[in-house]
């Protein structure tokens, strides 16, 4: 065989091989693409962050439910409470960006600011925000024996005295407090702030009339109002609540523009790929349109939003200015 002989079987078997190793390549890389995108392959954790019986850890409970039917994998819920929710939402941003770790905050998250001067991450650039689940208005609750039978006859009744009426709280800097701080603030009234640890002892002692009233969310509140040992006289939603009808909001009873609505909602550390988050919007979606999710959120009060992460992340970026310059307004800082 002559040298120009063996130099084309050289060259052929160099073709022959380019196209072969090319074509595993090809194989490979797809095989890393298919791993890539067949999320979720495993396990995926949701971070509640507060201790079981929640309103955090249940709606949590009822999504992973609902994704483990619907998504070929288990979804787990995993309790991380403890510093006002930022323990769990510490250990969820910290986490890889993978998809296999999620977060279902409250509307604490975008109020944490308010209360300490120094959180370990930061909510803006530390979180991919997936969809806002959940909303879940409050109700202005009342001592039943007090004359007061409207928001009219309360704001009234500040007006007149200023020591006249106290209210209770879960404590400084929570939704509750700085609930309130925005009615007195928009209202134009004085009232005398009871904090406690918690929300239930504070309701216990407005039905004692020890204190006159709360501003609460409509799941811990809903029991004792249908009972009557509390009255509602204004709902904290834009608009009357379909599963509350009978409650006025605030803004149709005089403090025109009002709102203050907690919410739960799903995110991911930053960096989780945009094709992931947005299959979880997808499925979330999915689940809080079936009548049964809705019929389980109704029986709390609670309405399904499934909003996009856009909007997600244009609610929470609203709430943390909103809440930050009405703790501004009444003398709050963070320590």
Request: with cysteine; charged share 15%; net charge neutral.
């Given at each position: 065989?002559?040298?120009?002989?063996?130099?084309?079987?050289?060259?052929?078997?160099?073709?022959?091989?380019?196209?072969?190793?090319?074509?595993?390549?090809?194989?490979?890389?797809?095989?890393?693409?298919?791993?890539?995108?067949?999320?979720?392959?495993?396990?995926?954790?949701?971070?509640?962050?507060?201790?079981?019986?929640?309103?955090?850890?249940?709606?949590?409970?009822?999504?992973?439910?609902?994704?483990?039917?619907?998504?070929?994998?288990?979804?787990?819920?995993?309790?991380?409470?403890?510093?006002?929710?930022?323990r769990g939402s510490d250990a969820a941003a910290k986490a890889a960006p993978d998809g296999y770790t999620l977060l279902m905050s409250a509307s604490t998250l975008a109020m944490n600011h308010v209360m300490y001067k120094k959180l370990p991450y930061d909510v803006a650039r530390d979180f991919a925000p997936i969809t806002q689940m959940v909303a879940l208005p409050?109700?202005?609750?009342?001592?039943?024996?007090?004359?007061?039978?409207?928001?009219?006859?309360y704001i009234a009744t500040a007006k007149k005295d200023a020591n006249a009426l106290t209210y209770g709280s879960a404590g400084m800097g929570t939704q509750p407090h700085l609930a309130m701080e925005l009615l007195q603030t928009m209202a134009g009234i004085k009232l005398t702030h009871v904090p406690y640890t918690g929300v239930g002892p504070a309701l216990i002692d407005i039905m004692g009339g020890r204190v006159s009233s709360m501003s609460v969310n409509y799941l811990s509140a809903k029991p004792q109002v249908e009972g009557g040992t509390l009255r509602a006289r204004a709902i904290s939603s834009r608009k009357r609540s379909i599963y509350a009808?009978?409650?006025?909001?605030?803004?149709?009873?005089?403090?025109?523009?009002?709102?203050?609505?907690?919410?739960?909602?799903?995110?991911?550390?930053?960096g989780t790929p945009p094709e992931i988050i947005e299959r979880l919007q997808r499925e979330t979606r999915k689940v809080l349109d079936t009548q049964s999710m809705k019929d389980r959120l109704a029986l709390e009060g609670a309405e399904a939003v499934g909003g996009t992460p856009q909007e997600f992340a244009a609610l929470i970026k609203a709430e943390m200015a909103k809440w930050g310059a009405v703790a501004k307004a009444v003398g709050i800082e963070p320590e």
């Open positions: 065989m002559c040298s120009s002989d063996l130099s084309v079987l050289r060259a052929s078997r160099l073709s022959v091989w380019g196209r072969t190793g090319g074509a595993l390549l090809a194989v490979a890389l797809a095989s890393i693409a298919h791993a890539q995108t067949a999320y979720p392959n495993r396990v995926v954790k949701i971070i509640a962050a507060s201790a079981p019986g929640g309103g955090t850890d249940s709606v949590a409970r009822l999504l992973a439910t609902y994704l483990s039917q619907t998504m070929g994998q288990q979804f787990i819920v995993e309790n991380r409470p403890g510093a006002g929710n930022v409050n109700v202005l609750v009342v001592d039943p024996k007090l004359p007061i039978r409207s928001l009219g006859d009808p009978d409650i006025p909001t605030f803004d149709e009873s005089g403090v025109a523009g009002y709102e203050a609505t907690q919410w739960f909602g799903l995110l991911a550390p930053a």
